[in-house]
């Protein structure tokens, strides 16, 4: 269970970036267990179970530092990935060591694409990602069937402290894509957002909430324009 002194800690940084403690807090990790260097090297694993549990993260402590190991490892296969020409196979297969599992035979990627971590990122079957999209998934980033990605979209699973002698420490939260969704050029997916099945987000758009199954949204912050129908 976290420590009241955690819960609290944990609870201000989540108050303080408009986000709400309750939705974000989790009362199953022990915040004994990584963070202040009181334990042995966290391998990857560990890290994405930790990770579950939407942990406030101490600037140098071992959760940061498996980060920067998984960091390292990400930029090696994704600089593999944008160096060169690869066939479609090719990419699939690098594809497929970046994130730590096979992705599907139709599945699609036009390079460059960037990552933070890698290892928790999940993509279902038939999912296109277009050119120039940034995947900071140390929080998670979950894709489901046949969605599509267009240009330079981000995903960003982390936040900062916004108290300026805490801004090293992290806040994280996943990101999940139902299924048929499709991502606007340079859209924007915060910490947290849930997006529907069969959604479209604009080009351009922040998306800052979760966005309800078969609706378009667009903006900053994007808000519903309106329902698809079928």
Not at 94 to 110: A, M, R, Y
Not at 119 to 146: L, M, P, T
């Amino acid at each position: 269970m976290r420590s009241k002194k955690g819960k609290r800690r944990y609870a201000e940084a989540a108050e303080s970036l408009g986000l709400g403690g309750k939705e974000w807090l989790s009362e199953k990790y022990s915040d004994k267990d990584f963070c202040g260097g009181r334990r042995k090297t966290m391998t990857t694993k560990e890290y994405i179970e930790y990770m579950k549990e939407r942990p406030y993260l101490e600037a140098g402590s071992e959760v940061h530092m498996c980060m920067h190991r998984a960091a390292e490892e990400a930029r090696r296969i994704t600089s593999q990935i944008n160096g060169t020409f690869h066939t479609a196979e090719e990419l699939r297969a690098l594809f497929s060591e970046l994130i730590g599992k096979p992705v599907d035979e139709n599945f699609g990627l036009f390079p460059p694409v960037y990552s933070d971590f890698g290892k928790n990122i999940s993509v279902g079957k038939r999912v296109f990602i277009n050119e120039g999209c940034c995947f900071q998934d140390q929080g998670g980033i979950e894709i489901g069937d046949d969605c599509l990605i267009g240009h330079q979209v981000v995903f960003a699973t982390i936040n900062h402290d916004a108290a300026p002698e805490k801004r090293g420490n992290m806040l994280s939260a996943p990101i999940r894509l139902g299924k048929r969704v499709w991502i606007g050029a340079h859209a924007t997916i915060l910490a947290g957002v849930t997006i529907g099945d069969n959604a479209i987000v604009a080009a351009g758009a922040v998306v800052t909430k979760d966005v309800p199954a078969d609706t378009i949204v667009g903006g900053v912050p994007a808000r519903v324009i309106k329902k698809i129908r079928k």
